[in-house]
């Protein structure tokens, strides 16, 4: 058995151990130790410095992880966003509303309704009040479509909302550590 003297990485002081020792815990400053044995040389290395910076490593890659996933998270929405988009005659894009689809819907089968009366009022033959008719109907589609348009729109938005909120709380209590 050959004892070998290295210096405490911590404090300086000289330690006597074992070549057959792979940790040692200085006697006077506490520190841990790790012996590095190597051809030519032994020396000590400092392992709650080692374990500081791993640990303070694994913090700066989750806040990385988690900045990553948020961006992911808002390129999706914006993506989603955009498919879900009402895009009007004039290319005007906006996004769906409830009270925009029951409005227009209402307004189109108002005139639905008052094309029927004045086409069997004027006596104009069968079609015209038909078409008055099939107006009324797609108006009535278009509400149902619009609405649920609306909705699912608003759902998606929420969904996205939370989970984003999610995302910055833990980023915001990573950083803090």
Partial sequence: MKVTRVCCQGCGADLQVDETIRFVTCNYCAAKLEVVHGDSVTHTRQLDRIERTTSQ?????????????????????????????????????????????LVGGVIAVIFGIFWVAMA???????????????????????????????????????SYETRRAELVAKLEAERRE
């Fill in 120 to 158: 069997a009022g004027s006596g104009a033959p069968g079609l015209f009040p038909l078409f008055g008719l099939v107006f009324i109907g797609v108006a009535v589609f278009s509400i149902i479509s619009g609405t649920s348009k609306a909705d699912r729109f608003q759902r998606s938005r929420s």
């Fill in 57 to 101: 490593l694994a913090s700066n890659l989750k806040v990385i992880e988690l900045q990553n996933e948020i961006e992911r998270l808002d390129r999706e929405w914006d993506r989603d966003r955009e498919g879900m988009l009402v895009r009007g005659k004039h290319g005007r894009v906006s996004e769906p509303s409830t009270a925009g689809s």
